[in-house]
């Protein structure tokens, strides 16, 4: 009777902190099999601000990111690659891993992306490049898919802003159950969601970053390597097409998010 009134869903409620609804991948769906105990989280929000002041803002690697980001401590951008996408090096405060556990940091491919109706797409994946070796002091964390989707909502006036994290934390193989010991640290992550909100509000406007020039719509212009948009649902090995929903970006204005009906 459930399933005849709510509709099947990708995601999961897990939590709502602060205003920001936290999701889970459904186990119906079987991402779980693409990035294996590293759970995909999503967090949800309607930020008062243009899609563009959002996307500028999330790109900037500039000194007034500290007042949203609590998470990064340092970011740079390693490499250019072409006009939508670079190698960034980001690492982490320490203060939110566990008592004993060693600072992470992050390799990305950054890619972003302008559609013709206002919405920004960025994605990152993690990637190796000979200029950034792993630290020693540094734990290298291993992000699989994120990204965020920021879609105008109320003329223009707002956005709708979509964060999407799977990462593996690299903990010790002896670690007890990791994938319960991973999912706060990324939840950690998508809460900046909410210091973003706050931050816009607080500014009433004036967000003012470093323009990042873009094209609009360019996917056809990517190469190969490049195309992975927040895709977190693949076409798995024995040919079984599973991407009726392979990313964020192919959900519309009108997807609605509920608890996924789980079966007894």
Known sequence: MISDVIAPSPWKIYSCH???????????????????????????????????????????????????????????VIDHIDDHTDIIHVKLYNDRLPRGMKPRDFLLQRYWRKENDGTYVISFHSVHHKTCLPQRDYVRASLQSGGFLITPVKNGKASRVKHMLAIDWKFWKWYPCPSSASTPLTISLLERLAALREY??????????????????????????????????MEDKAGKDISHCTSLTDMNDSDEFFDAYERM
Not at 69 to 75: A, K, L, P
């Open 18 to 76: 602060n205003g920001l609804r936290i999701f889970k991948e459904a186990p119906d769906w079987g991402f779980g099999r693409s990035w294996g105990n590293h759970p995909v989280m999503m967090a949800v929000s309607v930020i008062e601000g243009t899609s563009e002041d959002i996307f500028q803002t999330l790109m900037s690697l500039r000194p007034s990111r500290s007042e949203w980001d609590f998470c990064t401590h340092q970011g740079s």
């Open 200 to 233: 816009f509000k607080a500014k009433d406007g004036n967000c003012s970053s470093e323009p990042i020039a873009i094209k609009v719509d360019t996917k056809n212009e990517v190469t190969k390597d490049n195309k992975r948009v927040m895709e977190h649902v």
